[in-house]
């Protein structure tokens, strides 16, 4: 089972990269990453979302153009507000989904912009947010 959810995550991580083109915009989308590290925590916990995190982030760092690193470090972000379940704001999973996915996508873009940003990647915060 294990080695089949390794494999699940590396042709998820493998297919946001090469084969899943989104065209450019200003309005960020989620990615298959996110939201598969967000369901896997909304389904077994934070452990297993944590550890989801960790191999999704590595492999998505392996193929990215990014500092190594940054991709684990938001994903791993993703995992802790996706168990906003445990407040059960709704009753229903297939709505909280719909209700997570939205943030926990931007705490992704977020946490990777400013990494981005630290790490000397130019990225003007005013224009972009300006755009959308």
């Given at each position: 089972m294990r080695t089949a959810v390794v494999i699940l995550l590396a042709v998820a991580a493998?297919?946001?990269?090469?084969?899943?083109?989104?065209?450019?915009?200003?309005?960020?989308?989620?990615?298959?990453?996110?939201?598969?590290?967000?369901?896997?925590?909304?389904?077994?916990?934070?452990?297993?979302?944590?550890?989801?995190?960790?191999?999704m982030g590595l492999l998505t760092d392996s193929l990215s153009a990014a500092p190594f690193g940054v991709n684990t470090a938001a994903l791993m972000l993703v995992a802790p507000v996706a168990l906003l379940r445990d407040r059960e704001v709704v009753e229903s999973r297939f709505a909280l989904a719909l209700i997570l996915a939205?943030?926990?996508?931007?705490?992704?873009?977020a946490v990777s912009l400013t990494l981005l940003q630290m790490a000397g990647w130019p990225f003007d915060w005013g224009a972009h947010i300006a755009e959308t």
């Amino acid at each position: 089972m294990r080695t089949a959810v390794v494999i699940l995550l590396a042709v998820a991580a493998t297919a946001v990269h090469t084969v899943m083109l989104r065209p450019g915009g200003p309005v960020p989308r989620p990615d298959l990453p996110v939201l598969l590290v967000m369901l896997w925590t909304l389904t077994l916990g934070l452990q297993p979302g944590l550890l989801a995190a960790v191999v999704m982030g590595l492999l998505t760092d392996s193929l990215s153009a990014a500092p190594f690193g940054v991709n684990t470090a938001a994903l791993m972000l993703v995992a802790p507000v996706a168990l906003l379940r445990d407040r059960e704001v709704v009753e229903s999973r297939f709505a909280l989904a719909l209700i997570l996915a939205p943030l926990t996508t931007g705490v992704y873009y977020a946490v990777s912009l400013t990494l981005l940003q630290m790490a000397g990647w130019p990225f003007d915060w005013g224009a972009h947010i300006a755009e959308t």
